[in-house]
């Protein structure tokens, strides 16, 4: 700016008075803070036919106060939905906590699909040892884990909003879930998750005590 650099005062009535501009972001943008990130416009058009198994959908739910929590996932075709408590909202929880859910199904695992959430910047480690690959929703499109959501949605139902879950335990998670994947669904043709798992994969997802086994 010539005036200012002359000791003139005109450049301060200027609206940006010379300022350099920086692009700004929402708070809720994940530029920078996962690395690798592959957009949900990047994944296969087969998980959108819903037509095989292993395309899951993941997300945390949080208790009041944030304390404790689960991480929930939910298997597109099937509807098969899991969940298991966390001690709170870190990538080495959710990480843990996933593996643990998807492992025994390690098989049936083709993709994960994100929100843009930190705790999920480990999802590289996750696609390295369930073999498969992650992508993440856009910031603010919930409709694009639609499944996940609506699923979190019904656990609350067991899970209130307004109760902390830093108590609960995988025995109590486990019997919501089993109680969600025993319910016939008419986009199932009025079958259940669980039936329509076994049929696809030829196994049956079943609890032994508190651990996830496949017979």
């Known amino acids: 700016m010539q005036d200012k650099a002359v000791g003139g ?8 008075q010379h300022k350099k501009y920086r692009k700004r972001y929402g708070k809720n943008d994940y530029r920078g803070r996962i690395p690798n990130r592959i957009d949900i416009d990047e994944r296969p058009s087969i998980v959108d036919a819903r037509t095989r198994i292993g395309d899951w959908e ?4 949080i208790g ?3 304390k404790g929590g689960f991480a929930t996932l939910a298997e597109r075709k099937s509807r098969l939905y899991l969940a298991l408590p966390i001690a709170n909202k870190t990538a080495q929880n959710a990480n843990d906590a ?15 699909t994100f929100d843009n959430g930190r705790e999920f910047s480990w999802h590289e480690k996750l696609a390295e040892n369930l073999d498969c690959n992650t992508y993440f929703a856009k910031p603010y499109h919930s409709w694009e884990r639609g499944l996940n959501e609506n699923h979190n949605g019904l656990l609350r139902q067991f899970f209130p909003k307004r109760m902390a879950l830093d ?6 998670a486990f019997r919501a879930t089993d109680l969600m994947n025993n319910r016939p669904r008419k ?6 998750p669980f039936e329509v798992f076994a ?3 030829g196994k049956d997802y079943f609890l032994n ?3 996830a086994l496949m017979g």
């Open 9 to 16: 005062a005109l450049y301060k009535y200027l609206r940006h």
């Open 58 to 61: 993941v997300d945390l739910v």
């Open 64 to 66: 009041k106060g944030h």
């Open 98 to 112: 996933i593996n643990k859910l998807l492992t025994p199904l390690k098989h049936w695992v083709k993709t994960l």
């Open 167 to 172: 108590n609960v335990s995988e025995k109590e």
């Open 187 to 192: 986009c199932l043709g009025y079958k259940t």
């Open 199 to 201: 049929k696809m994969t």
């Open 209 to 211: 005590g508190s651990v």
